[in-house]
């Protein structure tokens, strides 16, 4: 099984765990070097979605945990079904806030977009997952199913997990400090957040796709020899 985007090894840490031989790739150095640091023994390359560093037929599963929305796809989809063996299945995961509830929705409001998308916006995303860009790689037409979870947090932290999402990251200092400001703001004037810790909805939204045999890592039209 191979982990793409493996990030500090979180997903794979979990795969570990449930007994799954596990490889993960990941482009960033930092994020290499923090995940060293927590699974010392896991197996971990340096590479990316759309260059792999792994032998043609060298995996049964492919998982991509809050990943695959990062991909340029039309090089990402050719060599993961090149490291593919027929009937191994790619999927793609994603915890969403459950932005149906009133209050979920009002916090993506006042992080004004910053917030990681949440479900309804993570539904529109995924259906760009389309046959269209599968087929031609030697893919089925995805699956999707959601699964309701929950995260204990209160404002405080849940004000600092949105700071550390990639837009804030890179945001001036003032701006980002005021966003932030506001976000802390509001979870404190809703009776559902500001009484200490608090119970945040979510969705993990998960995308399932099977590779056949006939064109997988050949452009699309041509036969697999």
Do not use: K
């Not at 971990?44 to 792999?52: N, R």
């Not at 993506?108 to 046959?131: I, K």
């Not at 980002?176 to 969705?203: H, I, M």
């Amino acid at each position: 099984m191979v982990d793409i985007g493996a990030g500090t090894g979180i997903l794979t840490e979990l795969l570990i765990g449930l007994g799954a031989d596990v490889t993960a790739v990941e482009p960033d150095e930092s994020m290499r070097a923090e995940f060293r640091r927590r699974l010392p023994s896991a197996r971990l390359l340096a590479g990316s979605a759309e260059d792999l560093p792994l032998p043609a037929g060298s995996a049964d599963a492919v998982l991509c945990g809050q990943s695959l929305h990062w991909f340029n796809l039309d090089l990402a989809l050719p060599e993961i079904a090149r490291v593919l063996v027929p009937g191994g299945v790619l999927g793609g995961l994603w915890n969403n806030d459950d932005d149906r509830v009133e209050w979920v929705a009002g916090l993506h409001t006042a992080a004004d977009g910053m917030a990681s998308p949440g479900l309804s916006v993570r539904r529109a995303l995924t259906d760009s997952f389309q046959a269209d860009r599968l087929v031609p790689w030697g893919f089925t037409a995805t699956e999707r199913a959601e699964f309701p979870n929950t995260q204990r947090c209160t404002a405080e932290s849940l004000a600092d997990t949105i700071g550390t999402h990639s837009q804030l990251l890179v945001m001036p200092a003032p701006e980002r400090e005021q966003l932030l400001a506001r976000v802390s703001d509001y979870l404190r004037s809703l009776p559902e957040t500001s009484g200490g810790e608090f119970t945040l909805p979510l969705v993990t939204l998960v995308l399932r796709t099977t590779r056949q045999a006939g064109t997988a890592g050949n452009p699309p039209g041509a036969v697999e020899s």
